[in-house]
């Protein structure tokens, strides 16, 4: 079984400050992704990525894929309010099915 | 664009009782993922799939569980008899699979309580 560990499990910061969050694996993954889910709603895919050492930006948050596609992180910088929520990595792991991690739950406080 | 439709977005029934859920997928997605979600248990996929065909079921919890498929905009996830432990978010998800595509695109989900 290919499982996923993220950490920390939970985080509470106060607006403004940077954060780095982890999802770590002892296998290789062809893909990884980044979903945000907030209270009542489903996750929403942020980013994918694909290439070893691969840094991905959206805005203030920064995606590294580990180079050996074990491992990838996730960096927000200045965090908001609006960026609370639970933050799920998932894995491909074959024909189109994926694992995902238990996340890590971002609290961040005005 | 129409993202995933799933309804209803809450129910609550009696232990014993049948509970069917649905979903629409995005059109022109030839995948389709049902997952349920606890605070115990995280994310779990129960069953994907893929060209309308079952691919992978084992995460179906017994046989009180049954999903659907009967074609591309459409799918049923039901439980008979539904137990209090049924209690969790149930998502429906798409994708369009290809080589190397896990993208999903997920529903609003189904807040489901059995008492």
């Known amino acids: 079984t290919q499982l996923l560990e993220q950490s920390p499990q939970f985080l509470s910061i106060q607006e403004g400050e940077n954060l780095t969050v982890y999802c770590n694996s002892s296998s290789v993954f062809s893909s990884l992704q980044w979903y945000r889910q907030e209270p009542g709603e489903g996750p929403v895919l942020l980013v994918t990525v694909v290439t070893g050492g691969e840094v991905k930006k959206l805005k203030r948050l920064t995606f590294q894929f580990g180079d050996a596609r074990k491992d990838s992180s996730l960096h927000i910088t200045a965090a908001q309010p609006g960026d609370t929520g639970l933050y799920l990595c998932?894995?491909?792991?074959?024909?189109?099915?994926?694992?995902f991690g238990d996340g890590t739950t971002l609290t961040v406080k005005p | 664009d129409a993202g995933v439709i799933q309804s209803p977005r809450h129910e609550v029934t009696e232990m014993g009782q049948e509970v069917t859920l649905r979903c629409k997928p995005i059109?022109?997605?030839?995948?389709l993922f049902w997952y349920r979600q606890t605070m115990m248990r995280g994310l779990e996929l129960l069953i994907y799939f893929n060209n309308n065909v079952p691919i992978d079921d084992s995460g179906m919890p017994e046989d009180r569980f049954s999903a659907k498929m009967p074609n591309a905009s459409f799918s049923t996830l039901k439980i008979q008899p539904s137990e209090p432990r049924d209690s969790a978010v149930y998502f429906c998800?798409?994708?369009?699979?290809?080589?190397?595509?896990?993208?999903?695109?997920f529903g609003p989900g189904t807040r489901l309580t059995v008492t």
């Open positions: 998800a798409s994708s369009l699979q290809a080589e190397s595509s896990y993208e999903q695109y």
């Open positions: 998932a894995g491909g792991v074959g024909a189109g099915k994926s694992t």
């Open positions: 059109s022109g997605h030839n995948s």
